[in-house]
T-cell receptor
Framework: IAGITQAPTSQILAAGRRMTLRCTQD?????MYWYRQDLGLGLRLIHY???????GKGEVPDGYSVSRANTDDFPLTLASAVPSQTSVYFCASSVSSGGNEQFFGPGTRLTVL | GQNIDQPTEMTATEGAIVQINCTYQ??????LFWYQQHAGEAPTFLSY??LDGLEEKGRFSSFLSRSKGYSYLLLKELQMKDSASYLC??????????WGAGTKLIIKP
């Protein structure tokens, strides 16, 4: 693979179910991010990781959790999905945090019913 | 609070020039990014400004005035493929990006 990938591409999920969105990059980037994008709103940061083994909360972290066990992978978990989590989710990475271009994955379109 | 303002939508003609403005109020400032996002796709990087002034890159230029909390993206010689949303994002004091809602640019022949 080259760049950053996400899986699944899209998903329809029943409310209350647990779901993990996967994100993998092969650029050896230190920093990784999860955003959600909703119509009429800007991208909003959910969680981030400046380096493997560390994570931090963004603007809208409630209902989501992340882990960063290694450099390449940064999964996002919805413990108990709710309809307000219906959105397009983008994973991104950058060489490091601060002043660096972020490269985005293709996105996951999630619908919670 | 943190706020990034951009026009919701703009229309321009193929071959013309268009300027997309962005004003911001954020807790700290470490730089300003512009990204392009075609419908149904991921954002892609266009430019980064950290100092005042104009940065030129081919048909695209980006300007920054930190004292005014203002930036613009200038697109010259517009092509149909430039139809997309243009996202302004400010890197705040925590090195996190605060994003505007984006400007949808419609190019007409």
């Amino acid at each position: 693979i080259a760049g950053i990938t996400q899986a699944p591409t899209s998903q329809i999920l029943a409310a209350g179910r647990r779901m993990t969105l996967r994100c993998t990059q092969d650029m050896r980037h230190n920093a990784m991010y999860w955003y959600r994008q909703d119509l009429g709103l800007g991208l909003r940061l959910i969680h981030y990781s400046n380096t493997a083994g560390t994570t931090g909360k963004g603007e809208v972290p409630d209902g989501y959790s992340v882990s960063r066990a290694n450099t390449d992978d940064f999964p996002l978990t919805l413990a108990s999905a709710v309809p307000s989590q219906t959105s397009v989710y983008f994973c991104a990475s950058s060489v490091s945090s601060g002043g660096n271009e972020q490269f985005f994955g293709p996105g996951t379109r999630l619908t919670v019913l | 609070g943190q706020n990034i303002d951009q026009p919701t939508e703009m229309t321009a003609t193929e071959g013309a020039i268009v300027q997309i403005n962005c004003t911001y109020q954020t807790s700290g400032f470490n730089g300003l990014f512009w990204y392009q996002q075609h419908a149904g796709e991921a954002p892609t990087f266009l430019s980064y400004n950290v100092l005042d002034g104009l940065e030129e890159k081919g048909r695209f230029s980006s300007f920054l005035s930190r004292s005014k909390g203002y930036s613009y993206l200038l697109l010259k010689e517009l092509q149909m493929k430039d139809s997309a949303s243009y996202l302004c994002a400010v890197e705040d004091s925590n090195y996190q990006l605060i994003w505007g809602a984006g400007t949808k640019l419609i190019i007409k022949p």
